[in-house]
C-alpha cells in the first residue's frame, strides 16, 4: 500500500508499507537502516506480532507528471484494471529507502484453540492461512495448539522453482509416511509443516503431478 504527498516545502514524497520480502524488493542500494529494521521485524514475529515495514522515496516532479498520467489510464481502463493499476504502481514504487516497521499483536479469538483441538480430535484436517513471516506462523501456530511442543516442525522455505518446492514437499511427506504403521497418537503428535508465503504459489497449481502430490499429503499444515 501506497501514498503519495506533498510536503510544505513542495516535495513529492511516496509512503510504502508491506511485507518485508516485497518491500526489500524495490529498496535503494544504498541503505542506512535495513539490516537493523531486518533484525527488529523478526523479534517481533518471533513473539507473534504481525508486522509491516515502511519506506520513502521521493519523487521527481516531472516523474511524477508523466506518472499520473499512466495512473489515470490504468485506473480507468474498462479491462484488467486492478491489473494494470498494479503494474502503473509498480513503476513508481521504487527506489525506497527504509524508515522503520510496525508490530502489532493480533490475539486469537476467545475459543480458537479449543475449536481447532475438536477439529483434531474428529478426525479434521486443518490448514491455516496467516500471511505473516514464518515466524510468526510458527508463534500462532503454539497458541492456537495447531502445533504442540512434542511436534516435530518441518520447514518448506523459499525455493528458486516449483520444482525445488515440490521436491521438497516430497521428502517431507516421506518422512511422515514412515509413521502409517505406528500407533495413533504418535501420528497424531509426529509433525507439522509450515511453507514459507514465497513458495506457496508454487505448490497451488492444479497440474496432475501437482494433484498426485496433493493427494499423499495426510498431515495437518500450517501454511504461511
Known amino acids: 500500500m501506497s501514498v503519495i504527498v506533498r510536503t510544505p516545502a513542495g516535495c513529492l514524497k511516496i509512503y510504502c508499507k508491506g511485507a518485508d520480502s516485497v518491500i526489500y524488493e524495490r529498496l535503494h542500494p544504498s541503505q542506512l537502516f535495513v539490516d537493523v529494521t531486518l533484525l527488529h521485524m523478526e523479534q517481533f514475529a518471533t513473539k507473534g506480532y504481525r508486522t509491516l515495514c515502511i519506506a520513502v522515496a521521493e519523487i521527481d516532479a516531472d516523474d511524477y507528471e508523466k506518472w499520473s498520467k499512466l495512473y489515470h489510464k ?31 499483536e493480533d490475539k486469537l479469538q476467545e475459543g480458537v484453540p ?15 492461512l ?14 492456537s495448539c495447531l502445533i504442540k511442543q512434542d511436534m516435530s516442525l518441518l520447514l518448506c522455505t523459499e525455493k528458486q522453482s516449483a520444482e525445488d518446492t515440490r521436491q521438497t ?4 511427506i516421506d518422512r511422515l509416511s514412515g509413521l502409517k504403521a505406528a500407533k495413533k497418537e504418535l501420528r497424531e503428535s509426529a509433525g507439522r509443516i509450515v511453507v514459507q508465503r514465497s513458495t506457496r504459489g508454487f505448490h497451488t497449481d492444479n497440474s496432475p503431478r501437482q494433484q498426485r502430490l496433493s493427494g499423499r499429503c495426510t498431515v495437518d499444515t500450517a501454511v504461511q
Open 130 to 143: 496467516t500471511g505473516d513471516k514464518q515466524e510468526t506462523a510458527v508463534n500462532i501456530g503454539y497458541s
Open 169 to 172: 514437499l516430497v521428502q517431507i
Open 74 to 104: 490504468a485506473s480507468t481502463s474498462l479491462h484488467n484494471r486492478q491489473e494494470e493499476i498494479d503494474r502503473v504502481a509498480d513503476l513508481i514504487e521504487r527506489n525506497l529507502f527504509v524508515i522503520g516497521a510496525t508490530a502489532i
Open 114 to 128: 479449543e475449536a481447532i483441538a475438536n477439529f483434531q480430535e474428529a478426525g479434521i484436517r486443518v490448514w491455516m
